[in-house]
C-alpha cells in the first residue's frame, strides 16, 4: 500500500517537474504577439488632434481634389523592386577600386551610382537594416507589416498563410491603388486578395537561376507602360539562387548583377516624374549564400530610391559625389550612407503615397524623404539660418511624424488593452510626451511665429522628442517580441535534465532490484538543501544581475535539491549499471547495449533539421533494428530445437514483425470518406473482432455481460453509422449515434474504474469497452490501425517471449523502449506530423453540426493521441503476461509496470530535453521557426501526454482496497 | 539517379573479385564444395536482402534497380562466403551465429569478420541519407555500398590479422 502510493506520487512529481520545466523553457522561447484585427482608415486619424493639425497646414487638401487622406500625396505610383539578397556592398559603389581586383560581386551596379552622381537631389541610398530572421517570407510580412517578427504570430486563422494583420499592400488597395505583382510567388500566398494583376513565378528551385527573372524581365517594362497600375512590385530571386547555388562573390553573381543593372537602367528610364522608384533587397546573404542569422551581412541589405521630380531648390548640386569620394577615397569615413530599419519603409512609403499608416506598424518615417534630400537633411538639422522654406519643411516633416507616432502609440494602447503585457507606466507616459508635443505642434501651426529662428528652434525640439519616444517605444516592444529569455530557457533544461535523471536512476534501480526504488528523501534534508541552493542561486542572481522571477526562482531550487539528496541517497554505482545493462539475461546485453546506442544517435540526429522531417523513416529504421537483432539472437535457439519446425514457424513472427513495421511508417492512411472497400474491409475487423472478443479469455478474466453488450452494440451502431450516413435522409444518424457512444462509453468506463475487479481485468473491461469509441474517432481505417498495432505488438511480443531464457526477470529494458518508439512510429502512420494542418480537424464534427470549441478540441486530443493510448495499454498486456509466466513470483502488476512505463517516461523525456536543449543552441537559426520549434512544442505535447497516461494507468491497475482493508 | 547499365557491370565485377578472392581467403585446399550450392545460396540471398532493405526503408517500386543492386552486394558480401563455406549445414549455421562474436578456427573467423563488417558499415551508411546535404553520394544505395565495402574490407583485414595473431603455434 505505501509503495504503491510511493510510485504513483513518484509519477505525480515527475509530471510536476515536467510541467514546470516545460513552462519556464517556453516562458522564455514562445515569444507570443498577437495579431490585431484592426485597420487603419482614412477617416479615423490615429490621435484627435491630427487633422486638426492637418488643417492648418494644409488648408486647401481637399479642395485640390486629392484623395489623400492623412498626408498629402507626394507621387502617384511607386515602382518596388525587391531583389532577394541584395547585399548593401552589392549596391556601395567605389569608384577608385580596379574593374579587375574587384569581387564578383562589387560594383557591378553602375546604374544606381550614376544616378546618385548625377541626380543627388531626387535619388537616396541606405543601409536597409532587417530584423532577424532573414527570410523572404518573414522579410516580406515585416516589410509591409511595420511588425516585428516573433515565433507566434495568434491569429484568427491557423489554416491560411495570408496575413492578417493591417498592412501596406491591403492599405494601398483599400485607398484605390491599382497593383500590379511580378515575382516570387511567396507574395501570392501572402497577399493574393489585393493584388489586381499577377504574374507570380514558382520559387522553391533554388537551382533555378533564371526563370523568376526572366519571367520578370519580359513583363515589366510593357506592364510599366500600360499605365493602369499605381504600385508595381517586381521580385526578384536571381541573386537569392546565385547566393545559394554558388556563394556570394562567384562568377555567375556577375552576370546576374550585369543583368538587375540592365533591368535598372531601363526602369529608371521609363518611369514618369510623379513615379517613385524603390529598389531594395529584404535581406543580405553571409559569403557562402546563405541567410537566415543575424549577422550584419545578413540583415544588411540596400535601399534605393529614385524619382525624376527635382525638389522644390536644391542648394547643394552634387556635392554628395565630391565630398563623399573624397572621403572614401582617403578612407577616412568608412561609408556616409546611413542605416535605416526596414521596417522604416512602411510608414515612410504610406504617407508618400498618401495613404494611412497600417494600424500595427512600429516603424518610424525617415525624415531625409520629407525634408526632400539627405545633404539637405543633415544641412537643415544643424542649420543655424534657417529660411522660410527650411521651417515649413520641417513643418511638414513634424506633421508626418507625429501620424507615425501616434499610430504606434495607438497600436501599443491597443494591443496592451488585449494583452497586459506592457507596462502601465510606460504607456502613460509615452502617451503623455506626445501629447505635449502635439498640442506645441498644433499651437505652432496655428499661431506661426514670425521669427524663422525661433519657430525652427521649436520645431527642432519637437523633432527631436518625437524620436525620443519612438526610440523608447521600439526598446519596450524588442523586448517583448524579439528578444528570448534565455535564463529561463537555461534553467527549463535544467528542470527537465533533472527529472531526466530522476527518472534514469528509478529504471536503474528497478532493473537492479534496488530497495530504495521510489524512496522520498528526508523531508528537512530536502528543505535544507532547497534552501541552500536557492540561496547559491539568490547570490549568483545579485551579483551577475541575471532576471530570475520568484516562481522560477523556487522551482529550479526545490527541484536541484531533490536531486541531491537522491544522489546522496543512491547514486547509482558502477556495477548498478552494468548489472542494469545485463541483469535481464546474457543475450539482452547486446540488445540492451544497441537500444542505447541508438536512441542516443536518434537523439543526437534532432539537431538536424533534415533529422526531424524525416522522423517516421528514422525511427522504422531504429526499430527495425532492434527487431532484426532478436531475430538474429533466436537464431541461437537453433541448436535446442533443431528437430523441430518451431523456429521456422518463429521466423514469420519476426517477418510480420518486420513487415507491419515497414507498412504502418509513414502517413498510410489516406483518410477519404465514402471510400467503399475500405469500409468494407473495416466493417468485416470489427465484426470478426467482436467475435474474438466475446470468446475472449485470455486473462481468466470474465468480462462482464453487460461489458460484451455494450462494446456489441456500440461495434454495430458505428456499423450502421458508416453504411447508412451516405443516405441523405438518414443524416440524423450521424449525429446521434456519435452521443450514444460518447454517453455510454463514459459511463461505461466511470463502473468500470470504480468496480473492484483485479487489475488486468479492470483495464482489459476498460480497453474493450472504449474500442468501439476509438474506431470511430479513428474513422474509416480504425479498425485496421487498432488491427496493425494489436498485431504489431503481439508479434513483438512473441518475439521476445521466444527469445527469452530466464523465467523470473523483468520485462527487458530494450523491449519497452522499442515499444515507445513504435507509438512514435504509429503517431506518423496515423498520418499526423509536427505541423498542426496535419491535424484531423475533420474529428472536431463527430457528432455536431457546427464546431463546439471544447468538444472539438477533446476529440481532436483524443485522435491525435490514439496511437499513444493504444500503445501504452499494449505494454500494459505484453508486461501482464511476461509477468504471469511465472507463477512463483507474483510482484503485483504495478510494480511490474513501473520499469516500463518509467522507461516511456525516459524516451519521451529525453526527446523533449534534448529538442530544448537544441532549440535553445539554434535560437537565431534558420530552421527554428519551421522545423525546430513545432517539433519543441510537440514533444512537449506528447511528454506530457504520456505522463497522463501513465498517471491512468496507473491509477487503474492500484491494488484493490478491499483485499487491503480485510488485511 | 536510377541503377544504369555501368552500375550493373561494377556489381559483376565487385562479385568476380570476391569469388575469385574466397579460395584466397578460405585456402585452396576448402575449394571443393559443391558449387551449386553457392549459387543457389547467393541468389536466393538477393531476394532475402532486398525484402530486409525494403522492411528498413527502401521503397517497393522506387529506384527498384539500386535496391536489387544493393541486395546484390550484400548477397555477395553475406550470403556467398556463408553458403560456401558451409554448405546449407544447420550445425554449421549454428556453430556461426551461436560463435558470431567469438570464432575460433580460421574459417569462422574469416566468414564472421567480413560479414559484420559488411552488416555494421551498411547500416551506419544508412545515416547521412537523410541529411539535406545535397551530395551525390547520400542518393540511396550508395552510401550504404561504400559503407558495406569498407566495412567488408576491415573485417577481411580484421580477420587476417586476428588469424596471423591466433594461428601461431594453433592448427588450422
Not at chain 1, 352 to 370: A, D, Q, R
Not at chain 1, 565 to 575: A, I, K, N, Y
Not at chain 1, 777 to 786: E, T, V
Request: proline share 4%.
Amino acid at each position: 500500500m505505501q509503495k504503491s502510493h510511493g510510485a504513483l506520487l513518484y509519477v505525480f512529481w515527475l509530471t510536476l517537474l515536467h510541467i514546470a520545466g516545460i513552462y519556464i523553457f517556453s516562458s522564455g522561447f514562445l515569444l507570443t504577439r498577437y495579431e490585431l484585427p484592426q485597420r487603419s482608415t482614412c477617416d479615423i486619424a490615429p490621435s484627435p488632434l491630427s487633422f486638426q493639425i492637418r488643417d492648418s497646414i494644409f488648408p486647401d487638401l481637399k479642395a485640390e481634389g486629392d484623395d489623400s487622406c492623412w498626408f498629402p500625396k507626394r507621387f502617384n505610383k511607386s515602382v518596388i523592386m525587391v531583389i532577394d539578397a541584395l547585399r548593401f556592398d552589392y549596391v556601395e559603389m567605389d569608384p577608385f577600386v580596379d574593374e579587375n581586383s574587384t569581387r564578383y560581386n562589387q560594383n557591378k551596379l553602375p546604374s544606381i551610382y550614376h544616378i546618385l552622381r548625377d541626380r543627388p537631389s531626387s535619388s537616396h541610398l541606405f543601409r536597409f537594416i532587417a530584423d532577424p530572421p532573414t527570410v523572404t517570407m518573414q522579410r516580406l510580412k515585416g516589410m509591409t507589416t511595420g511588425g516585428m517578427p516573433t515565433f507566434i504570430d495568434v491569429s484568427s486563422n491557423f489554416a491560411s498563410t495570408k496575413i492578417q494583420e493591417d498592412n501596406m499592400i491591403s492599405q494601398f488597395s483599400s485607398n484605390n491603388k491599382n497593383i500590379t505583382f511580378m515575382g516570387d510567388d511567396t507574395w501570392m500566398s501572402l497577399y493574393s486578395d489585393h493584388i489586381n494583376v499577377s504574374f507570380p513565378f514558382d520559387s522553391f528551385n533554388v537551382y533555378d537561376l533564371h526563370t523568376v527573372d526572366n519571367g520578370i524581365i519580359s513583363n515589366l517594362i510593357p506592364q510599366m507602360v500600360k499605365n493602369d497600375w499605381n504600385v508595381l512590385i517586381a521580385h526578384f530571386l536571381g541573386v537569392d539562387h546565385v547566393g545559394h547555388r554558388f556563394q556570394s562573390n562567384a562568377p555567375a553573381m556577375k552576370e546576374k548583377l550585369a543583368q538587375m543593372d540592365e533591368v535598372i537602367q531601363q526602369v529608371t528610364s521609363t518611369i514618369d516624374s510623379s513615379t517613385m522608384l524603390l529598389i531594395m533587397g529584404d535581406h543580405g546573404a553571409t559569403d557562402s549564400g546563405d541567410h537566415g542569422g543575424s549577422s550584419q551581412q545578413e540583415v544588411e541589405s540596400a535601399l534605393f530610391t529614385y524619382s525624376r521630380t527635382q525638389s522644390m531648390n536644391n542648394p547643394f548640386p552634387s556635392s554628395k559625389d565630391v565630398t563623399h569620394a573624397i572621403s572614401r577615397h582617403n578612407s577616412i569615413v568608412e561609408s556616409s550612407y546611413r542605416s535605416v530599419p526596414q521596417v522604416d519603409l512602411v510608414p515612410t512609403l504610406c504617407l508618400l503615397m498618401g495613404v494611412p499608416i497600417p494600424f500595427g506598424n512600429l516603424g518610424l518615417i525617415v525624415p531625409e524623404y520629407f525634408l526632400e534630400s539627405s545633404e539637405h537633411a543633415q544641412y537643415l538639422m544643424n542649420s543655424v539660418n534657417p529660411t522660410e522654406s527650411d521651417v515649413q519643411r520641417l513643418i511638414i516633416t513634424n506633421y508626418a511624424l507625429h501620424l507615425n507616432i501616434a499610430q504606434v502609440i495607438r497600436y501599443i494602447e491597443t494591443y496592451s488593452k488585449m494583452s497586459k503585457s506592457f507596462s502601465h507606466e510606460a504607456i502613460t507616459k509615452m502617451k503623455r510626451d506626445a501629447t505635449q508635443n502635439d498640442q506645441l505642434l498644433l499651437h505652432l501651426t496655428q499661431s506661426p511665429d514670425v521669427d524663422y529662428v525661433r519657430a525652427y528652434q521649436q520645431h527642432r525640439k519637437i523633432f527631436s522628442s518625437y524620436r525620443q519616444i519612438h526610440t523608447e517605444i521600439s526598446t519596450l516592444c524588442r523586448e517583448l517580441w524579439v528578444t528570448f529569455d534565455t535564463n529561463s530557457m537555461l534553467m527549463g533544461c535544467a528542470v527537465l535534465f533533472i527529472a531526466f535523471i530522476s527518472v534514469i536512476q528509478n529504471i536503474v534501480a528497478i532493473h537492479t532490484h534496488s530497495s530504495k526504488v521510489y524512496n522520498q528523501p528526508d523531508v528537512y534534508a530536502r528543505l535544507t538543501s532547497a534552501v541552500i541552493i536557492g540561496g547559491i542561486l539568490w547570490i549568483i542572481k545579485s551579483t551577475y544581475h541575471v532576471q530570475i522571477t520568484w516562481p522560477q526562482h523556487v522551482v529550479v531550487s526545490y527541484s536541484m535539491s531533490y536531486v541531491f539528496c537522491m544522489l546522496e541517497f543512491h547514486w547509482p554505482s558502477r556495477s548498478s549499471v552494468s548489472s542494469f545493462i545485463n541483469n535481464v539475461s546474457e543475450n539482452s546485453v547486446t540488445k540492451n547495449v544497441v537500444i542505447i546506442v541508438s536512441l542516443t544517435l536518434h537523439l543526437v540526429g534532432l539537431c538536424s533539421n533534415s533529422y526531424i522531417e524525416m522522423e517516421k523513416h528514422v525511427i522504422r529504421f531504429l526499430i527495425a533494428s532492434v527487431a532484426g537483432l532478436i531475430c538474429l539472437s533466436t537464431l541461437s535457439d537453433v541448436r535446442a530445437q533443431m528437430d523441430s519446425w518451431s523456429p521456422i514457424y518463429n521466423w514469420f513472427g519476426h517477418c510480420i514483425v518486420f513487415a507491419l513495421t515497414r507498412l504502418t511508417s509513414g502517413g498510410v492512411y489516406d483518410l477519404q470518406e465514402g471510400n467503399w472497400t475500405v469500409m468494407m474491409m473495416s466493417v468485416i475487423t470489427i465484426i470478426s473482432g467482436c467475435v474474438y472478443i466475446v470468446r475472449l479469455d485470455v486473462t481468466k478474466e470474465n468480462i462482464s455481460f453487460v461489458d460484451q453488450i455494450s462494446f456489441l452494440t456500440n461495434a454495430s451502431l458505428v456499423i450502421f453509422m458508416w453504411i447508412l450516413s451516405p443516405l441523405p435522409s438518414l443524416q440524423w444518424i450521424k449525429l446521434a449515434v456519435p452521443w450514444i457512444l460518447y454517453v455510454t462509453c463514459s459511463l461505461q468506463s466511470a463502473r468500470i474504474i470504480f468496480s473492484s475487479s483485479t487489475p488486468i481485468g479492470r483495464i482489459l473491461r476498460f480497453t474493450i469497452v472504449n474500442l468501439p469509441l476509438c474506431v470511430m474517432i479513428l474513422g474509416f481505417w480504425g479498425p485496421l490501425h487498432i488491427l496493425l498495432v494489436s498485431l504489431q505488438t503481439f508479434f513483438f511480443y512473441v518475439q521476445l517471449q521466444t527469445n527469452s531464457s530466464g523465467r523470473s526477470e523483468r520485462f527487458p529494458f530494450f523491449a519497452s523502449a522499442t515499444v515507445t518508439l513504435m507509438m512514435i512510429s504509429f503517431y506518423f502512420s496515423q498520418g499526423h506530423d509536427y505541423q498542426l494542418s496535419t491535424f484531423h480537424w475533420r474529428v472536431a464534427f463527430l457528432g455536431l453540426n457546427q464546431l463546439n470549441l471544447v468538444i472539438g478540441a477533446i476529440l481532436v486530443v483524443f485522435e491525435t493521441f490514439m496511437s499513444h493510448y493504444l500503445l501504452v495499454l499494449s505494454l500494459v498486456f505484453m508486461v501482464y503476461f511476461w509477468s504471469s509466466r511465472d507463477y512463483k513470483h507474483s510482484n503485483p502488476l504495478w510494480e511490474e509496470l513501473m520499469g516500463p512505463l518509467l522507461t516511456c517516461i525516459a524516451v519521451f523525456n529525453s526527446r523533449s530535453l534534448v529538442t530544448s536543449i537544441f532549440v535553445f543552441g539554434a535560437r537565431r537559426h534558420l530552421m527554428v521557426w519551421r522545423v525546430f520549434a513545432p517539433k519543441y512544442i510537440f514533444d512537449n505535447i506528447f511528454l506530457l501526454v504520456l505522463d497522463a497516461l501513465v498517471i491512468f494507468i496507473l491509477l487503474m491497475v492500484r491494488p484493490e482496497f478491499r483485499k487491503l482493508r480485510t488485511k | 539517379m536510377k541503377a544504369r547499365p555501368t552500375e550493373a557491370s561494377f556489381l559483376l565485377l565487385l562479385s568476380s573479385i570476391v569469388a575469385f578472392s574466397l579460395p584466397y581467403q578460405f585456402g585452396w585446399d576448402l575449394f571443393q564444395p559443391d558449387q551449386t550450392v553457392t549459387f543457389v545460396g547467393t541468389f536466393v540471398g538477393i531476394f532475402v536482402f532486398h525484402f530486409i532493405g525494403i522492411i528498413y526503408g527502401a521503397s517497393c517500386l522506387d529506384h527498384f534497380l539500386n535496391t536489387l543492386s544493393w541486395a546484390c552486394l550484400h548477397s555477395i558480401y553475406i550470403s556467398l562466403p556463408l553458403s560456401f563455406a558451409h554448405q546449407f549445414s544447420s550445425e554449421a549455421y549454428y556453430n556461426i551465429v551461436h560463435n558470431f562474436f567469438r570464432p575460433t578456427t580460421h574459417v569462422e573467423r574469416s566468414v564472421s569478420f567480413p560479414i559484420i563488417g559488411a552488416t555494421i558499415g551498411s547500416w551506419i551508411g544508412a545515416l547521412p541519407i537523410p541529411l539535406d546535404w545535397d551530395r551525390p553520394w547520400q542518393q540511396w544505395p550508395i552510401s550504404c555500398v561504400i559503407g558495406c565495402v569498407v566495412g567488408h574490407s576491415c573485417g577481411v583485414l580484421i580477420a587476417i590479422i586476428a588469424s596471423r595473431y591466433k594461428s601461431q603455434g594453433m592448427h588450422l
